[in-house]
């Protein structure tokens, strides 16, 4: 069955980076379309990234130049490259594809 592990998450400071990773397995990794989302305390799931398997990548303007996805077909893994962290980005980052979700991994930004 289809398998997401999420991994990465952690207490950083304003300004500071985290890299997230999604193992992935249980489907065809490199013809997927893969895609993160997040959950901030006390509100609701906000899409955040998606790459393509052509590689085609999106970004929510809320992270556009300051996150970078990535996958790595090789190692069935996406990526998500956090930088200029804010407080606003706390929240729980969820790795997808299609109708299957992986547990989840606190990005917590506080100083």
């Known amino acids: 069955q289809v398998q997401l592990v999420e991994s990465g998450g952690g207490l950083v400071q304003p300004g500071g980076s985290l890299r997230l990773s999604c193992a992935a397995s249980?489907?065809?990794?490199?013809?997927?379309?893969m895609s993160w989302a997040r959950q901030a305390p006390g509100k609701g799931l906000e899409w955040v990234s998606g790459?393509?398997?052509?590689?085609?990548?999106y970004y929510a303007d809320s992270v556009k130049g300051r996150f970078t996805i990535s996958r790595d077909n090789a190692k069935n893994t996406v990526y998500l490259q956090m930088n200029a962290l804010k407080p606003e980005d706390t929240a729980v980052y969820y790795c997808?594809?299609?109708?299957?979700w992986g547990q989840g991994t606190q990005v917590t930004v506080s100083s």
């Open positions: 790459i393509y398997s052509d590689g085609r990548v």
């Open positions: 997808r594809r299609l109708g299957s």
């Open positions: 249980g489907f065809t990794f490199s013809s997927s379309a």
